[in-house]
């Protein structure tokens, strides 16, 4: 999987320690990212290609210095090129875990990204009819749901809340009281059970940081069929293809990187500078 093949990456000027450093570090990017977003600009396309642009500038290559087995993480940024109208979703994840063993586990996670309406309480761009076809192929797809406000009401687990307040310590304003963030992530069948289409939701939904550093890059909640990872990747076109995939590499120290020249399809991707 050629990840950084010819590429320069930016490094942070302080790398994290642990996963939770890195947890902060992600809030801090997807945050700054999201309340950079100007009123004319309130997309949903425009805030995810905002957001994957500045994941990838930012964050391309992290090394955990710590003692976190999952040691190394590379990712690309890719978009769907030319125009095409069957969309599978707006970001799917592929994620490809290296152990040092030899194993890996290589899956992917699917993202709907919707914008709360200005000066509303609802996400009008919800449509069962897409709900459904995300579900049937691939059932653990989630939402991805933006704010120009900040979202507080969050799932609190008390477990979670402790973590959360540990990076949110380092990457949060002095005084703040609660934790907070602008992006989350609802699983579609939490929302299709409850027919919310608002920030109900937020009560059944975890911020995309966290998500993303300890579920996606732990290989949880990500689809494993062999259909889901040739969608993802772009290669499988008869359910749609996503607008952006977002390409994860990790290694566990000491693990060697299993290469693939074809991850994801070029011919109908680029990536993201």
């Known amino acids: 999987m050629p990840l950084i093949s010819g590429v320069i990456f930016k490094v942070p000027d302080s790398m994290p320690h642990d996963l939770l450093d890195l947890t902060g570090l992600l809030e801090h990017t997807i945050r700054t990212s999201i309340k950079n977003v100007g009123l004319w600009d309130w997309d949903e396309d425009h805030i995810t290609r905002s957001l994957l642009t500045r994941l990838r500038s930012e ?60 000066r509303k309480t609802t996400f009008d761009a919800m449509r069962a009819q897409q709900l459904n076809k995300l579900l049937k192929h691939a059932p653990r797809a989630h939402y991805l749901l933006y704010d120009y406000e900040d979202i507080t009401g969050f799932q609190s687990s008390p477990v979670f809340f402790d973590e959360v307040r540990h990076f949110y310590r380092r990457n949060w304003p002095a005084g703040s009281v609660a934790p907070r963030t602008s992006a989350v992530c609802v699983p579609l069948n939490v929302a299709k059970a409850t027919g919310y289409k608002d920030t109900l939701l937020y009560r059944y939904a975890t911020p995309l940081s966290v998500m993303l550093s300890c579920r996606f890059f732990q290989g949880l909640d990500l689809e494993f069929g062999s259909e889901a990872l040739q969608v993802a990747a772009g290669f499988l076109e008869k359910f749609g293809l996503p607008s952006y995939i977002l390409e994860v590499e990790i290694s566990e120290a000491g693990a060697e990187p299993t290469k693939k020249t074809d991850y994801v399809n070029r011919q109908r991707y680029e990536p993201m500078d």
Do not use: C
């Not at 979703?89 to 993202?111: M, P, Q, S, T």
């Open 59 to 118: 964050l391309g290559r992290i090394e955990l210095l710590g003692d976190d087995v999952r040691s190394n993480i590379h990712w690309q940024a890719y978009k769907l090129s030319g125009t095409y109208e069957n969309r599978f979703g707006d970001v799917a994840i592929l994620v490809n875990i290296h152990y040092k063993d030899g194993e890996h586990l290589e899956g992917a996670a699917f993202l709907e990204a919707k914008r709360r309406q200005r």
